[in-house]
């Protein structure tokens, strides 16, 4: 099945540690998004990617850089986690060229900072 | 700017009762909303969007946007139909993030 899979589903860093959370798709959407979701909160759009546009919200941390070397992969990189970062990460898929603007997700990656 | 407010966190519902989870907005343009789904340990999923004008699992949503609202309803629940609920949203021309409300859980007592 066509789908957005995320990589690993849990990841434990510590404090400082660099970590790199990983999305796939296969569904060939044009737009990627990545969501920070903490508990008993709304998603929050950390950023997107409109093909190779990468498109970053002003609120969001410089602590997070992204990569998308292709279509179907994009990347989450937590340059020096602190423990406020533990949280569930997002990543989502839209087709926009096809006028779609539904978003996909995948099951989420949960990152525990110790 | 845009936002969503969801102003109940929970909501609990018998079986058979009829549900509405409300959803207010705030946006100056032409707004897209949706209602999104997440199960228990399952990924967030759409729900139903207002363009569409469908009826999903027996749930409804009408935009009314004298009132701003976007209430989602379904006249009478079921159990499965226990889940966190997220109203989403965006422009109608797809060129803004997508803006979530915190999500209500919807509890369905047999």
């Known amino acids: 099945d066509a789908m957005v899979i995320q990589n690993p589903r849990y990841q434990v860093t510590q404090f400082g540690k660099p970590v790199t959370l990983s999305c796939s798709q296969t569904l060939n959407h044009n737009v990627m998004y990545w969501y920070q979701q903490k508990s008993s909160q709304a998603p929050k759009l950390l950023f997107h990617?409109?093909?190779?546009?990468?498109?970053n919200e002003a609120d969001t941390p410089d602590n997070f850089q992204s990569r998308r070397p292709n279509t179907s992969f994009c990347f989450l990189d937590i340059r020096s986690p602190g423990l406020g970062d533990a949280a569930m990460y997002l990543c989502?898929?839209?087709?926009?060229?096809?006028?779609?603007?539904?978003?996909?997700f995948g099951p989420g990656t949960r990152l525990t900072v110790t | 700017a845009q936002r969503v407010t969801q102003p109940e966190k929970l909501l609990s519902v018998f079986k058979g009762a009829p549900v509405e989870l409300k959803c207010n907005y705030s946006?100056?343009?032409?707004?897209?909303l949706f209602w999104y789904v997440q199960y228990s340990r399952q990924r967030l999923q759409l729900l139903l969007r207002h363009i569409s004008r469908e009826s999903i699992k027996g749930f409804t949503a009408d935009l009314n946007k004298g009132e701003t609202s976007f209430h989602l309803k379904k006249p009478f629940a079921q159990e499965e139909d226990s889940a966190m609920y997220y109203c989403a949203l965006s422009s109608i021309w797809g060129n803004t993030p997508l803006v979530f409300g915190k999500g209500t859980r919807l509890s369905v007592i047999a």
């Open positions: 946006y100056s343009g032409s707004p897209e």
């Open positions: 989502a898929t839209s087709n926009r060229l096809a006028g779609d603007y539904e978003q996909y």
């Open positions: 990617y409109y093909d190779k546009d990468f498109n």
